[in-house]
């Protein structure tokens, strides 16, 4: 079975700083995607990036980009020129895209999240 | 573009009533569609999904059943609740087999008492 940790409850930064949130993960697949979901006070799942395992290079979402390292099968979410309107909890998410039970119809794994502050 | 919706966002029900909590999703048809359980400080547990129309595979043993009798509607049901029933509900639908990416509703969080 997949498992995604997440080491860090809980990280703080100051704002327009940069911060980087840890993720690791199991599987014996060779085909996934990766993603980061932010889920700020009122509860609403957001997603930040994703990362096809294929893809070599890092995904990049303006002030938001990984550290896909498939070997070591470690996952970080950079938040540059972080904001007060960053503070969320976020998680890390896995799925499987190979058949028969893939082609998007698995649900995600999560770890159980990252409790993100940032300092005024 | 697509907007998915969830009713009640709250709600509190005794041990041992009925649940029943809605989702629909607007603006693309034939979606996967995923219910997640969300216990307080932890992460999203999958509960069951749905390919289609009366197609559901469920991911956990418990007294919830899932069902899907409209393309994009997809309710969580139970006959009796239980105390560890209570926690945030967010229904999920993503594209089959496009970016693999979910897009949440805003959830239920159900308090059972």
């Known amino acids: 079975a997949q498992t995604v940790t997440q080491s860090q409850p809980e990280m703080s930064v100051q704002e327009a700083e940069t911060v980087t949130l840890s993720c690791t993960y199991d599987?014996?697949?060779?085909?996934?995607?990766l993603f980061w979901y932010k889920q700020p006070p009122s509860r609403q799942m957001i997603l930040v990036i994703r990362q096809e395992a294929y893809k070599q290079q890092n995904a990049t979402e303006n002030r938001f980009s990984v550290n896909f390292q498939k070997a070591a099968k470690s996952f970080s979410l950079k938040i540059s020129d972080s904001q007060l309107g960053d503070a969320a909890m976020y998680f890390c998410?896995?799925?499987?895209?190979?058949?028969?039970?893939?082609?998007?119809?698995?649900?995600?794994?999560f770890g159980k999240g990252t409790h993100l502050i940032i300092q005024p | 573009s697509q907007t998915i919706h969830q009713w009640p966002a709250t709600l509190v029900q005794p041990v041992g009533s009925p649940l029943s909590l809605e989702c629909t999703v607007e603006?693309?048809?034939?979606?996967?569609l995923y219910w997640y359980r969300q216990a307080a400080g932890r992460g999203l547990q999958l509960l069951f999904y749905s390919v289609g129309i009366g197609q559901i595979s469920s991911e956990v043993p418990q007294n919830l059943s899932a069902s899907r009798p409209q393309d994009r509607q997809f309710i969580l049901s139970s006959k009796k609740l239980l105390l560890s029933d209570s926690g945030f509900y967010l229904c999920?639908?993503?594209?089959?087999?496009?970016?693999?990416?979910?897009?949440f509703g805003p959830g239920t969080r159900l308090t059972v008492t």
């Open positions: 603006g693309t048809s034939n979606p996967n």
């Open positions: 998410a896995y799925t499987h895209t190979g058949e028969p039970s893939g082609g998007g119809a698995d649900g995600l794994t």
């Open positions: 999920a639908w993503s594209r089959l087999r496009s970016s693999y990416e979910q897009y």
């Open positions: 599987t014996s697949e060779s085909d996934y995607y």
